[in-house]
């Protein structure tokens, strides 16, 4: 359990490093949920693995919200759902992460904003 908890703060943190960096420079009035296939390709292996642990971790924290009203604890609501298998992203972040890189092989996706192609991920792998 706590290797998971490390993984979420640490993807968060690591989010914020990657947004906050010159890494992620999609242009000045781009804002960072909008990054899209041409950004992910400048990330390296670790940018792409926190950008990815962040989004989970986010999807959580708001999916914990939306659950529970006021939650003074997250940790211990995302434990409860990782518990119930009620995760809104419930893959690891490597198999997002390879998703996401196969997704953007083709240069006709590169404008497709990584939000929009992690959704989609995620539906694709809980239909199969």
């Not at 400048?42 to 708001?62: H, L, M």
């Not at 192609?117 to 995620?122: G, I, L, Q």
């Amino acid at each position: 359990m706590g290797s998971q908890k490390r993984l979420l703060m640490l993807g968060t943190l690591g989010l914020g490093l990657v947004l906050g960096s010159g890494v992620a420079r999609a242009g000045e009035q781009q804002s960072s949920p909008q990054l899209a296939g041409r950004d992910w390709q400048g990330f390296g292996p670790k940018e792409k693995d926190a950008y990815v642990a962040g989004f989970i971790a986010g999807a959580a924290v708001r999916g914990t919200a939306a659950a529970s009203g006021i939650d003074t604890t997250p940790s211990k609501a995302i434990d409860a759902m990782r518990a119930a298998k009620q995760m809104p992203f419930p893959f690891s972040v490597s198999v997002y992460a390879s998703q996401i890189d196969d997704y953007y092989w083709w240069e006709n996706h590169l404008d497709i904003p990584i939000v929009d192609v992690m959704v989609r991920t995620n539906f694709q792998l809980h239909s199969h």
